[in-house]
């Protein structure tokens, strides 16, 4: 089994930056990827910023440019550099795991984030 424990999210003016951090534990053999996804009420959950092992980091659209998404390989961390926060930024973020075997997909618990006008 695999934790995932997220800490960062607050609130922050228009403008400003936050960063978000995920650290996995548990029974890691071996990561295929990790993610930030945000998800608002009533609507679906949306992908922000994925980075694949071994592979170039990728993301949202709307995020492209402002925020950066890193891992730390030996501390099964990963962080959200959030920058240039804007009020459509609002949201409730996830991180996600998921494994090379078997393409297992941990997630978790979420991380509020406000963006005041």
């Known amino acids: 089994q695999v934790q995932l424990v997220e800490s960062g999210g607050g609130l922050v003016q228009a403008g400003g930056s936050l960063r978000l951090s995920c650290a996995a534990s548990g029974s890691i053999f071996s990561i295929n990827s990790m993610a930030w996804y945000r998800q608002t009420p009533g609507k679906q959950r949306e992908l922000v910023a994925r980075?694949?092992?071994?592979?170039?980091?990728d993301y949202a659209d709307s995020v492209k440019g402002r925020w950066t998404i890193s891992r730390d390989n030996a501390k099964n961390t990963v962080y959200l550099q959030m920058n240039s926060l804007k009020p459509d930024d609002t949201a409730v973020y996830y991180c996600n795991l998921r494994t090379t075997r078997y393409s297992i997909v941990y997630w978790g618990q979420g991380t509020q984030v406000t963006v005041s006008s």
């Open positions: 980075i694949v092992t071994g592979g170039t980091p």
